[in-house]
């Protein structure tokens, strides 16, 4: 019996037919069932961020698992779903990670995106440091925008001469992936971003100002 990674029932437990057909699930049905998908698209001070799924109490439980518990053994089942669309979509484009402090590397012993997207076949570079173990979830949503004063910019990491995805893998209020973009800025060709879960309080932000790209035809382009 194969299990699922997570709650170690068979792999098909609640399993849909489409997902038994073409034996591409990371998850069983029942956990699969409990991610909240919404595939959703903002525009943030000029930044386009694609979301996966919101982040829930489920996500939230999972992720916990895998960074803090280090349960390495789930990192491919967070982008299963979209690795090859990823490659797909953005196949000109090179991949940029967000930091984890010093501390926070020799405690886990992995990069917890970089690990997610192993499987992925695009370049990846890592041009940015924290300059403190400066951990975004403990803080206030005042304190998440001083976070210019801890991810800083490596100058001695050459950017590649193509358009650049940024990807995270929680934005709770998008401090973060502003700041690398403000970072990124002189970069000449374009720049995007993934966030493989949304927060909440991000996609009220989103809506209360009229951040979400609601556009039918715009959502169909940028279609995973």
């Not at 998440?144 to 100058?155: A, M």
Request: with cysteine.
């Amino acid at each position: 019996m194969i299990c699922c990674p997570y709650c170690f029932c068979d792999l098909h437990h609640e399993e849909t037919l489409l997902h038994y057909i073409y034996k591409d699930s990371a998850l069983c049905g029942a956990c699969r069932k409990q991610l909240h998908r919404i595939m959703q698209t903002a525009c943030v001070q000029g930044l386009e961020i694609l979301m996966l799924y919101e982040y829930n109490e489920f996500f939230q439980s999972m992720i916990f698992q895998y960074k803090e518990a280090r349960d390495i053994a789930l990192k491919h089942v967070f982008f299963f779903d979209d690795i090859k669309r990823i490659q797909r979509r953005y196949k000109n484009y090179a991949i940029v990670l967000l930091p984890s402090s010093k501390e926070k590397m020799m405690e886990r012993g992995f990069l917890p995106v970089k690990e997610m997207l192993k499987g992925c076949k695009l370049e990846m570079v890592e041009p940015f440091y924290k300059a403190s173990n400066h951990k975004q979830s403990l803080q206030s949503m005042e304190k998440r925008k001083e976070i210019k004063h801890v991810i800083k910019r490596n100058d001695d990491v050459a950017l590649p001469k193509k358009p650049l995805l940024i990807i995270d893998d929680v934005c709770t209020s998008g401090s973060s992936l502003l700041h690398a973009y403000q970072l990124l800025q002189p970069h000449a060709y374009a720049i995007r971003a993934i966030v493989l879960s949304a927060h909440p309080y991000f996609l009220e932000q989103c809506q209360e100002h009229q951040w979400m790209k609601n556009d039918l035809r715009h959502r169909e382009r940028v279609k995973l």
